[in-house]
């Protein structure tokens, strides 16, 4: 029987050299420390890069997910996924040919602290990247504010319905004191 697990660790740098170091996570999914040498570090305090621990028959295998702890979590997500499915095809979410948002900013940034300062190309380039990014911000912005109008809308016919409530409630005391007064009088 094959192993089918996947272990996250990050290769963390400790007084006896360079160690894989098991990683935990909080119940919220997100890396909540690294335990090394049986003492929990935050994944602030410990250098070093992330790796998945998976099994090609009997022997170990160390793969490199990068850097970051939220990327690192989503690949050994993945992995396991695939370790438990082995005949479900996992696709990217990102069409062949086409860049992923952080890709495009990543290139951008690249690109943008390679050209000289003010110069033509450069304010070209920033104009173009602009002009690309545009339309989907506009999108996400009237979607924002499609969303903040119901809401809002919302919450003023709660707050409407409850004024008119506390109207109403106010009426029938008053009518009911005016009848006590009444019957008091008469």
């Given amino acids: 029987m094959a ?3 996947a272990t996250l660790t990050k290769l963390v740098k400790t007084s006896k050299g360079w160690r894989f170091c098991p990683v935990i996570l909080h119940k919220n999914g997100k890396v909540k420390a690294v335990l090394v040498h049986g003492e929990e570090h935050t994944p602030d305090h410990t250098s070093g890069q992330y790796h ?3 099994y090609i028959g009997s022997k170990m295998q160390y793969r490199a997910v990068g850097n970051g702890p939220v990327e ?4 050994w997500r993945l992995a396991q ?5 082995p005949d479900l095809e996992i696709q990217s979410g990102v069409r062949e040919g086409e860049k992923t948002l952080a890709q495009l900013g990543k290139e951008f940034l690249g690109l943008k602290a390679l050209e000289p300062h003010r110069s033509r190309d450069a304010g070209d ?3 173009a990247m602009i002009e690309e990014f545009t339309p989907a911000l506009r999108l996400y912005e009237a979607q924002l504010l499609e969303i903040r109008a119901v809401v809002c809308g919302e919450i003023a016919e709660k707050i409407a319905g409850r004024e008119i409530s ?3 409630r106010h009426a029938r005391k008053r009518k009911w004191l ?3 007064l009444q019957n008091e009088e008469g």
Wanted: aromatic share 4%; glycine share 0%; proline share 0%.
């Fill in 3 to 5: 192993n089918h697990k």
């Fill in 52 to 54: 998945i621990r998976t």
């Fill in 178 to 180: 005016e009848a006590r």
């Fill in 81 to 85: 996924l695939a370790n438990d499915n």
């Fill in 166 to 168: 506390a109207a109403a």
């Fill in 125 to 127: 380039l920033y104009r």
């Fill in 72 to 75: 690192a979590v989503r690949q």
